[in-house]
């Protein structure tokens, strides 16, 4: 059994910065503000939140093979 991981580093995708942050387990994070440019992210079509869009690992849900959301 493979251990699900938390932490995502986020990229945005206007300013190129990078953010690494922990996933939440039990909810989809649909909107995230850059700390650098303040653009807020959204899912991009066919994703389920902010961290299968950008960030390095998919979502815990994701990664479980479950539904998201």
Do not use: R, W
Not at 28 to 41: G, R, V
Not at 42 to 49: F, L, Q, R
Not at 60 to 65: F, G, K, T
């Amino acid at each position: 059994m493979e251990t699900t991981i938390l932490k995502s580093t986020i990229t945005c995708p206007e300013c190129g910065h990078k953010t690494e942050e922990e996933m939440p387990t039990t909810a989809c994070q649909f909107f995230y503000e850059c700390d650098n440019c303040k653009q807020t992210l959204k899912p991009k079509e066919g994703d389920c939140c902010v961290f299968c869009s950008y960030g390095t690992v998919a979502c815990p849900p994701i990664q479980e093979n479950k539904n998201c959301c």
